[in-house]
């Protein structure tokens, strides 16, 4: 299970790098209404027209790295630990050691209802870092004047967070959707690659 882990890591480290700006564009279009072109500029464009690269790896990225690695690290073990804990007690009850479809789908089902439950805050504090401009109204953010906005440093918005008691809002939705998804996709993977594989 441990290169399991290592390997949903590693692929979240690639991934975190890549999406961090997307989910940036995707997140600003949902709330603005703005179009692709101009979220785009808005998201990795200086005003001068030169690539803002690090606009795109500050105050969210940190909990969207999180987010990416551990619970993709978090997602896959626990996929397969269910399963091969599924194994080891028919094994133990002198059955086929077989994993069936729906003990996969359980599984995955699992795996991806634990998954959430650990990374939620994170991803909560993620959008609130990522869309706090947009998501706040000016006077929320204000620095004194009333028209300038400020925003909140991560430690900060991690203080609101939890004065609001927001770190699960909305988890039991995410959960409705990620438990079916994860019973789907996983066991689909499975059963695809090994049957790539016999061929």
Known sequence: LTNVAISGFLAGTGLAFLTSPLIMIKTRQQITGDGFRKSFRDTLLRKDGRLNVSGCFVGGFYPHFICETVGRALYYSIY???????????????????????????????????????????????????????????????NGSGNSPKLLSLSDMIRLMKKERSFYRGFWVTALRAGPVAATVLPVYDLMLERLSAE
């Open 80 to 142: 397969e630990g269910s399963k091969r804990y599924i194994g080891s007690v028919k094994e133990s009850r002198g059955l086929d050691t077989g994993v069936t479809l729906q003990e996969r789908m359980a599984s995955g089902g699992f795996a991806g209802v634990s998954c959430w439950l650990f990374i939620f805050p994170f991803d909560s504090l993620r959008n609130r870092m990522y869309n706090q401009g947009l998501v706040y109204a000016p006077s929320m953010l204000s």
